[in-house]
């Protein structure tokens, strides 16, 4: 699963059984959802049972799956079930089976078939329009409208972005601090862990993250967050270039064409008019990242040099050439790096004790700097193996080391085991979908990422004694 498919599942996990009934009566939500959010093995799963009118048994669905992808098949399960599209059926003298929920199943194949009048994928707008926009321009308005969100988080930790650029609005320098991206120290914010991380991300991911904190955030601006997610579900199947009508959305979806214009997800000319254009980063939503990739191979350039190849040439003296001349990328460096000289097309400088230290007191640790590094090496360097001086990398671990000596990871303690049995069965189910992070076998404890499966299993198990 893809970072930005990861985030906006975390959020769309939390929604109650309610949310996503209503949020399944749109044919886009139920085909983004089918598109984005599931793996291959689940997606096998819902189109089997898509056109079968009676529950399928358990048993039979075990037919489908080899044997050693046991774990697989339970992840699968698992993810469909905790989205509300897959649920269990129990009836007296009958064997467990499984079918699709409603209204998702009828969503799905209307979204497939065609057909109806939801306007779920929007509605073109029939009359030409006298001021028509093309790609470029749409390219060119979302890119400038996104590197001034990334320009503003870097510029914040101490270098300042080209002198005509303009910023981000105050409502999206509100939701970045909100988010946890950039802090407000004194009058200038800085960047964060959470925030570097977020540089580090492709931009699919990135528009995601913003997203979700626009979603967590909806109801404190009297927003309804179905309404919401259901317009960022239906941008992600839209055409780019084309121009759709505002008539068809609700309230909640016209105020949010001005906020998504901020971001750069849509250009609509002024508040009052009437039709509006999707931009790339609207129509590659629902995309997994790899297409993201390959349609906007120039459109990244806030993360990569401007030919799409690596820039950076570290040295085992911990001296560092970077071969760009984008203030953004430059920015980025000199959140880690003590830059020394510029040039019209290279800046150089050094990976210092002092730098790194700087770095991490803003909480950016030091495997997101070596892979940032890693990411962005230049091709020459790519030719040897490690790509990175070990030196370097082993010296900028142990700075973060001197200060550091523990990592945290939030999960669930299951312990008080009444004997083996009892707890090798759930310690070997964990382990097997994938949440288990630690056990103890003398103890009888195992930690956990998820409890709820956990819970489900005992709970089953139980019933079956």
């Not at 199947?237 to 901020?262: C, F, K, N, P, W």
Request: proline share 5%; net charge positive; hydrophobic share 40%.
């Amino acid at each position: 699963m893809s970072t930005s498919t990861l985030r906006s599942f975390e959020y769309l996990e939390q929604l109650p059984g309610t949310t996503f009934r209503r949020l399944y009566q749109q044919p886009s939500t139920a085909l983004a959802v089918f598109r984005r959010m599931l793996p291959h093995l689940a997606k096998s799963f819902v189109m089997a049972l898509l056109y079968i009118s009676h529950p399928l048994p358990t048993s039979e669905l075990d037919l489908w799956v080899r044997p050693e992808s046991k774990r697989e098949k339970e992840q699968s399960l698992s993810l469909l079930n905790r989205l509300h599209i897959l649920t269990t059926v129990s009836e007296p003298g009958k064997p467990q089976s499984l079918r699709l929920t409603n209204p998702f199943a009828q969503s799905l194949r209307r979204a497939l078939t065609g057909g109806g009048d939801h306007h779920s994928f929007g509605v073109p707008c029939s009359t030409p329009d006298k001021q028509r926009v093309d790609i470029n321009y749409l390219d060119a308005f979302a890119r400038a409208q996104w590197e001034g969100i990334l320009h503003y988080m870097v510029g914040s930790a101490g270098v300042g972005g080209p002198s005509d650029m303009r910023g981000p609005s105050q409502g999206v320098k509100k939701l970045l601090n909100l988010g946890g991206l950039v802090e407000s120290k004194g009058r200038r914010p800085e960047i964060t862990q959470a925030g570097f991380a977020f540089l580090l991300q492709e931009v699919n991911a990135q528009v995601w993250t913003l997203l979700v904190f626009y979603l967590e955030n909806a109801e404190s601006l009297n927003m309804d967050a179905v309404d919401v997610l259901s317009f960022l579900f239906m941008l992600g199947s839209l055409e780019l270039g084309q121009d759709y009508s505002v008539r068809t959305l609700t309230a909640t979806q016209i105020h949010m064409l001005d906020d998504l214009r901020d971001f750069g997800i849509v250009y609509r000319r002024e508040g009052s008019s009437d039709r509006f254009y999707p931009t790339r980063l609207a129509t590659t939503l629902t995309s997994d990242a790899g297409a993201f990739r390959s349609v906007t191979a120039g459109f990244d350039s806030a993360l990569r040099s401007g030919d799409g190849k690596g820039f950076l040439v570290i040295e085992t003296n911990y001296r560092i050439y970077a071969y760009t001349s984008s203030p953004l990328q430059i920015a980025v460096l000199a959140l880690f790096t003590k830059l020394s000289t510029r040039f019209p097309n290279m800046v150089s400088g050094r990976i210092t004790r002092e730098s790194i230290r700087r770095a991490i007191a803003t909480g950016i640790t030091s495997d997101q700097i070596i892979s940032y590094l890693s990411t962005h090496a230049h091709p020459q360097m790519r030719k040897q193996t490690p790509i990175l001086p070990p030196t370097v990398v082993d010296q900028i671990r142990l700075w973060q080391i001197e200060g550091e000596r523990m990592k945290a990871v939030s999960g669930f303690l299951f312990k008080d085991f009444a004997n083996a049995p009892e707890y090798e069965g759930p310690c070997k189910y964990a382990e097997e979908i994938g949440v288990l992070i630690w056990k103890n076998d003398n103890k009888r404890m195992f930690f956990v990422t998820r409890h709820e499966q956990i819970a489900s299993y005992l709970k089953s198990r139980k019933r079956q004694e």
